[in-house]
Every structure is written in structure tokens, then in C-alpha cells.
């Protein structure tokens, strides 16, 4: 695989770089957003591009492909910002790309990209653990429409979501259909909460709620396979984001080894801490590259390659993510675990990554699966 990037990917990445260095100030990196600023943030990510960035020019963006939602995922995740770009471009994009027919495309696709619309996906359900496929959500058939039944929990962003894109059986049929739902239609009950880094997310109750038929995507033949890459797009857009917070973790580390005295000489001067730090720096590249594979594996389109490569660098983000944060939090001794030391952010938020759409283990299970 070639891993070498061209001078359009380099602009891309220093432009987001650019943004996120002003919209994301060094010392309060990881702090909880208000309302205004989380609204702020997303109309000037609208302005710079990147929210209609794996959309068609005629949808309102700009045909990117994987690699590019790859350099700004890290970019992103240095700057522990981003709020809904995975949840709402990434995933709930995808699945609109995929599924959506052109006259919902057209209705939905370009609002996204202008931020005028904030999507979120609403697969998983109480007592399933990562596998989507277990719903017992229905969707009863009426006249010129359907009546939907049941509760999503852990959707990302959901409670500042326009549309919620869910998955229901309809009546009795043992496949899986997608649905299109305004987030405030009548039966639709949101329970927001925060998550462990300081991001959201929603449990969301369907109590018979009315939609017309126009609002199913897509066939059920084709949910499936549209979930499946929806997810692992996802997935790999994570991976990469957890690729800037390492990269910003093993910088915070060195500055303060560098800085940091201990018996009259710098942290930086002990053998072993140096030898810890090096083995960090070696994880990072470990990281970079399995985060490349997972995006050009998205982008190629094999399904089979798709699912190998996305959960072994899902694996290995989860488990080297975890590792190197609980090591930066050592390095900086007590003051690592302050909410001003921002050592202590990026670890949250790689623990967090670590567990969306499935841990190490799940993943491991996952890469033994024979292909369907």
C-alpha cells in the first residue's frame, strides 16, 4: 500500500490544522462546549467544507473520498474537537449515500454540508452490545405509511439531531429496514447525556410515531450491507482521529519531560522514561499506518478487505490508545490527573473511542468471522 500523500491532501490537512488551532485553543482542548460555541463551531466547519467533505459537488460537497475524511478526522481528534463531523458526515452520510434514494439525497444531503441539518444514527439497543443486527424496534404498515415502536440507546449527538436515522423490522418480516425520522416528530422522546469525554449522546424512545412511506431508505436487500459500511467508515474515521490524539499526547509528554526537573536535571535525561517515551512514538507510527489501511480499505470498496483491515485497526486503536494514555497520566506524575493538565482529556477521549462500535475483543471476534 502507498501511504505517501500528495500536495491537495497536504493543503487539506494543514487547512483543518489552521481551524482547528484557532477554534480550539491549546489550553481548553477536551472542555465541555456551550450550545453557542458548539453552533458556532459547526457553521465555520460548514464554511471550510469539511461537513459536506465525502459528498457529491451536486449534494452540496465536494466528492472527497476516505483518505481525506482520514486527515481531518486527526486533525480533529489533536484538537479534541470535531462534535457531531463522525456521527453526522461520516456515518449518518454514509448511510445516506448508500440507501437514500436521489430525491431524499437532494433533500437532506445539502443541508447537512451547509449545516443546516445535523444527522445521527440510532442502531444499537439495550441489551445488544455491539451487535446492531439484534433489534427488536417494529414498524408497523398503515395506510401510506408506518408506525414505529421502540428504544435506541448510545446514539451519538442524537439529542442535538434534526434527523435520527434508525433501523426497525417492519411488521413481521425478519430483515432490517432504515427509516428517516425528524429527531421533534410527535412519539419521538430524547434523553440526552453526557459521555465520559464530555461529549453527548442520547437514549431515544419511538412511541408510535407516525412516518410516511417516503421516509423508508432504500430496500431492505440492500440495509445491511449499507449499515455495515456506514459503520465501518465510522470506525475508520475514529481510528484516525485517534491517531491526532495520540500524535497531540506523545507531544504534551515530551514538552514535559523537557521541562520538568527532577534531583537538578530534566525528566528528559532518565534512561527509562526516555525509553518509554520512544516506545510511545513507535506505537503512534504503528497507529498511523493501520489508521491509512482501515481509509484506503473504505475507500477500495471490497467489503471482505473492508471488515479485516477496519477491525484490526480498531483493535489496535483501542488497545495502544488506552496503553499510551494511561502512560502519559504516569509520565506527568499527579498533575496528569487534573482537568488542567490536557493529558487527562485525550485520555478520556481515547478510552471513549476505544469502546464505539465494538472494543478490541469484539473486533478480534469479528476479523475470525468468515466472510458472508
Excluded at 489552521?18 to 460555541?37: I, K, L, M, S, V
Excluded at 478526522?73 to 448508500?98: I, K, P
Excluded at 475507500?299 to 478487505?305: K, R, T, V
Aim: proline share 3%; aromatic share 6%; net charge neutral.
Amino acid at each position: 500500500m502507498d501511504f505517501s500523500l500528495n500536495d491537495d491532501h497536504l493543503a487539506l490537512r494543514d487547512a483543518v490544522r489552521r481551524f482547528c488551532d484557532g477554534e480550539y485553543p491549546a489550553q481548553h482542548r477536551g472542555n465541555a462546549e456551550t450550545p453557542a460555541q458548539s453552533a458556532q463551531r459547526w457553521s465555520a466547519m460548514a464554511e471550510l467544507g469539511v461537513l459536506g467533505l465525502p459528498f457529491e459537488a451536486d449534494m452540496g460537497g465536494t466528492g472527497q473520498g476516505a483518505i481525506e475524511v482520514m486527515l481531518v478526522a486527526q486533525e480533529l481528534g489533536r484538537a479534541l474537537g470535531g462534535g457531531a463531523f463522525v456521527a453526522s458526515t461520516v456515518m449518518a452520510g454514509e448511510l445516506l449515500r448508500r440507501l437514500a434514494s436521489p430525491t431524499q439525497q437532494r433533500q437532506w444531503l445539502p443541508a447537512m454540508a451547509e449545516s443546516r441539518l445535523q444527522s445521527a444514527v440510532a442502531l444499537y439497543e439495550n441489551g445488544m452490545r455491539y451487535d446492531w443486527h439484534r433489534v427488536s424496534t417494529r414498524a408497523t404498515g398503515t395506510l401510506g405509511g408506518y408506525v414505529l415502536d421502540g428504544r435506541k440507546t448510545l446514539v451519538l449527538h442524537g439529542d442535538t439531531a434534526d434527523l435520527l436515522l434508525m433501523t426497525a423490522h417492519v411488521d413481521d418480516d425478519s430483515g432490517l429496514s432504515v427509516f428517516a425520522v425528524d429527531a421533534r416528530a410527535p412519539g419521538v422522546q430524547l434523553q440526552g447525556f453526557d459521555t465520559l469525554d464530555g461529549r453527548r449522546a442520547a437514549h431515544v424512545r419511538f412511541d408510535r410515531v407516525p412516518v410516511r412511506a417516503e421516509r423508508l431508505l432504500g430496500t431492505r436487500a440492500a440495509a445491511g450491507e449499507a449499515i455495515e459500511a456506514a459503520l465501518d467508515a465510522a470506525i475508520a474515521a475514529l481510528c484516525a482521529e485517534a491517531v491526532g490524539a495520540v500524535e497531540a499526547l506523545v507531544a504534551h509528554t515530551a514538552e514535559h519531560l523537557r521541562t520538568r526537573k527532577q534531583f537538578g536535571a530534566p525528566l528528559a535525561k532518565f534512561q527509562v522514561l526516555q525509553h518509554r517515551l520512544a516506545d510511545m512514538a513507535i506505537a503512534l507510527e504503528q497507529l498511523k499506518s493501520m489508521a491509512c489501511a482501515a481509509a484506503m480499505a473504505v475507500e477500495a470498496g471490497d467489503p471482505a478487505q473492508r471488515r479485516r483491515l477496519v477491525s484490526a485497526a480498531k483493535v489496535l486503536a483501542s488497545q495502544q490508545g488506552r496503553q499510551i494514555a494511561l502512560g502519559a497520566i504516569q509520565m506527568h506524575g499527579a498533575m496528569g490527573m487534573t482537568d488542567e493538565c490536557r493529558v487527562g482529556h485525550y485520555a478520556k477521549r481515547l478510552m471513549v473511542i476505544g469502546q464505539l462500535f465494538g472494543d478490541a475483543a469484539w473486533h478480534l471476534q469479528r476479523m475470525a468471522q468468515p466472510a458472508a
